[in-house]
């Protein structure tokens, strides 16, 4: 919580926090070709954090432990699957940072199974 601080005006989404703790690859492109790599000129110990502490909760919470199983199923490698689930928790931290409510695993898999029944509700597009 360290890297969030207390003024809650300093990012306006949470993809802008993702930027700042350098989990948000870089892309570069040109022409044809399209690189991605991780950011090198950024905080080390903020990328760190995120991602020692993201490993950490595979052993403690059951979505993150099954969302990094179907990462590493489909093919990516540890660090990948890792730096992915690191991008979810700061999406869930940020929001409850914004609101001043403490993490509840419950009502986060609540609100997974609400988008997932409405997804599948979705009308398809051919």
């Not at 490698?77 to 690191?86: E, I, Q, S, T, W």
Request: aromatic letters at 12%; one cysteine or more; hydrophobic letters at 35%.
């Amino acid at each position: 919580m360290a890297v969030f601080g207390s003024r809650r005006e300093r990012w306006q989404s949470a993809a802008e926090l993702q930027c700042d703790a350098v989990i948000a690859p870089i892309t570069e492109s040109s022409g044809r070709q399209r690189v991605m790599h991780r950011r090198w000129a950024c905080p080390q110990f903020v990328r760190q954090t995120f991602h020692e502490w993201a490993t950490l909760t595979v052993r403690c919470c059951a979505w993150a432990r099954a969302c990094y199983g179907d990462l590493r199923g489909r093919g990516k490698g540890h660090n990948a699957a890792v730096r992915a689930l690191a991008y979810k928790w700061i999406r869930i931290l940020f929001r409850c940072w914004q609101e001043r409510v403490p993490y509840d695993e419950q009502r986060y898999q609540q609100s997974q199974q609400c988008r997932a029944e409405a997804v599948s509700a979705a009308p398809t597009r051919r």
